[in-house]
């Protein structure tokens, strides 16, 4: 098949400045639309998918509150039965890795005048959480010393509050309890609900949500033992009515939690990303139907139909490929990182290759459907019909 | 052996319980190197004739030989082959591609052969020397008169140099002494170069530089004469 030169495609370009620009901005919102839904969905799956982490850790919290850590209530004692009866968890310099802790959503202020409540999500923990949860790590100051009303605040906290990352600086305070509490430490634990949070000392955490003696659960990390051994033990030990659940697992069930919101943002993009594609198909049928006569023509001269339809679909899929690339380098730009706050937490955007993958194809797929069916229908008229439009 | 050979040539539109014939069982003739003009009132059937010989319409019954091919009988793509090998088509209204100028206008048909792009670009120059207008190859259809454009129609329908040529009506959109320079140049082609020429037009005038003239009416031939100045030009 004889092909019909790109350059005439290319100029076909400039016939309208008009349909250039709606083209090229069609393709480019498309792509930045996808672009947000993928990195918001991706952003979403890596936090609660947990990647894997180094030691796998078992969560030990109250029977009946399998879906949520915030809702269970253990009695104090269970962190130091199960580091007593649980051989084989894992253990540094003298340290068993067992981490009491509670988690808790609390209303914070900024300061003791400012009267918009915030909801942050707290977590009450000992020194050897850090240990537990090996993905976190201080990037700046220090872990919060207990009994002097002293913080630590993850990457994305700020979002969750709805503050300037600025305002949540090492030395500035937040205020809650009726009094203000010093950041001393920022810590990182990127894509895990972790990064949302404030942690403090467990006993200071006990103290202002006054429940002395629980907890919310118990992490362990297993060395030797497996799962079996910790679920043996939560189920042996009647009296705590407690139950071992794997991290992972816990976080793949909220994940399981949030699929129809994950289910409502694919709908939503994909039923304006379809508007967005109608849109195109509109603007290049009025293009193509424009050009009935010159089809015509072309195949009065000997192309086929095929080879118009080829470079119909050229020029088509050359304007949304540079609309794509325009809307992904924004997204690039303003969306990656993009830290969004849900219920239980944030997570950031994410644009990472398959994300940007996914939304380019999805780009081109305009420039494609776009031309391939209004080309088409130019192209189902009898030659003799076309000769004779205007 | 005549160069088209037609045969019960009908061609008929079928709209609700309706049948529109344009064309009813034809018989036509034309040797190489003939100008032939058909003539008859609007709807008469000429531009479906024409367009049959050149390949573009098919028709309801009947048989179109061109230089020993039945081009009835060709796929889509095959016909579309052939027409860029033996068929050049004149226009009434240029069909000239705006974007392309008339140097790539003219270029087009030759794009579909496996030529050097060297000898592509010699034979473009040639034909818009033959229609003398060499010196607007870069211009743009809109930076064209009427009949400037029209010469560039005629520059592409020549450069494969096919078989045929057809034109409908080229001067219907003219004046006279555009219309008189675009028959000129027609009959120079059809005299120096022995193109047969098929021709459409309502004017008598244009007419009488044919060397045959068929009318039709209603689908049908009424006359089909060769005028006495040339009557005994073609053997
Ligand atoms: N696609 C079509 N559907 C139905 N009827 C058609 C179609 N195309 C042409 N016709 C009919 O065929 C008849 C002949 O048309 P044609 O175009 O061949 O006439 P013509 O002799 O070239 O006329 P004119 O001098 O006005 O160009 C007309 O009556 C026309 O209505
Ligand atoms: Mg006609």
Redesign the interface.
Known sequence: M?Q??FE?AY??L??SRVRLFASLLGSGLVVLLVLAAAGFIRGMQLTLAQQDTLHENVVILGAGSEESIERSQIHASVAGIAAASIAGLREAAGVTFVSPEIHTALPVWASADDDQVRHAMMRGVRPVALLVHSEVEIVDGRPPRAGFDELMVGGIASTRLGLADERLAVGRTLYFDNRDWTIVGRFSAPNTVMDAEIWLPITDLQIATRRESSLSCVVVTLDTATFADVDIFAKSRLDLEIIAIGERDYYRSIAAFYRPIRIMIIVTAALIAIGGLLGGLNTMYAAFAARV??IG?????????GAIVLNLTEESVFTAACGAIAGAAMGLLFLDGIAIRFSMGAFAITVDAPVMLTALAGGLLVGFVGAIAPAARCLRM???EA?KAH | MNLIECRNLTREYHKADTVIRPLDGVDLDVERGEFLALMGPSGSGKTTLLNLIAGIDAPTAGTIVVDGVDITRLSRNRLAAWRSVHVGYVFQLYNLIPVLTAFENVELPLLLQKLSRRERRARTGNALEAVGIADRADHFPRQLSGGQEQRVAIARAIVTDPTIIVADEPTGDLDRPAADDIMNLLTRLNEESHRTILLVTHDPQTAGHADRVIRLDKGRFVSDRRPESVAEAPA
Not at chain 1, 297 to 305: C, K, M, N
């Open positions: 004889r019909l030169p005439y100029r076909n400039g016939r006569r010159e023509l072309l195949q009065t001269l000997g192309y086929t139909r009898p030659i003799t000769l």
